[in-house]
């Protein structure tokens, strides 16, 4: 018959195993923290009762930044438990930009939006009227003196067609650098 000494080191490791799982529980449970209790008193009330792509569409402009946010609009969400795809209404000069982004796009969205966002789809055409950017620059009427020295100064060309490209070209600069 083999004794086992109190010193075998293999025994002490069991031992503490044990230990470590049996443990006594606390008699109060320990304070719930502030965020879970906080999150469940919210849950059912505010945003979390909205669907995820009105979510988006209220937020678009601080979850896709202040670069893309006006050439494109969320529309909608497919998909199911396996992820989420993201549809996103493209101006269409705009859409290589976009997607270079796409993935930022949507890491930023899946986290805003509280979901598995697993692609972003682009569909292009033309935004909703309603949510059309404003014009950066709006052009400005040339003074009659600035007019006058244009064509003083486009005078000496000869062929029509250049001088008034000229003039054109010139009006353009002219006006290019006023915000009104």
């Known amino acids: 018959m083999v004794m086992r000494s109190s010193l075998d080191p293999i025994e002490e490791a069991r031992a503490r195993v044990r230990l470590r799982y049996q443990r006594a529980r606390a008699v109060k449970p320990p304070m719930q923290q502030v965020g879970l209790a906080a999150e469940r008193l919210t849950r059912k009330s505010g945003g979390a009762k909205m669907p995820a792509i009105q979510v988006l569409q209220a937020r678009w402009r601080e979850i896709a930044g202040e670069q893309l946010w006006k050439f494109?609009?969320?529309?909608?969400?497919?998909?199911?438990?396996?992820?989420?795809?993201?549809?996103?209404?493209?101006?269409?000069?705009?859409?290589?930009?976009?997607?270079?982004?796409?993935?930022?796009?949507?890491?930023?969205?899946?986290?805003?939006?509280?979901g598995d966002v697993t692609a972003i789809r682009l569909v292009q055409g033309p935004l909703r009227a309603g949510e059309a950017p404003k014009s950066r620059r709006v052009a400005r009427a040339l003074t009659p003196a600035?007019?006058?020295?244009?064509?003083?100064?486009?005078?000496?060309?000869e062929d029509d067609r250049l001088r008034a490209a000229i003039v054109a070209l010139g009006a353009a600069m002219l006006t290019a650098g006023d915000d009104t």
């Open 146 to 157: 600035e007019k006058a020295d244009l064509d003083a100064s486009a005078a000496g060309i």
């Open 72 to 114: 494109c609009r969320p529309e909608k969400f497919t998909g199911g438990k396996d992820g989420r795809v993201l549809t996103l209404r493209v101006l269409p000069q705009a859409a290589p930009m976009v997607q270079h982004q796409s993935e930022i796009i949507r890491q930023r969205v899946s986290v805003a939006a509280g």
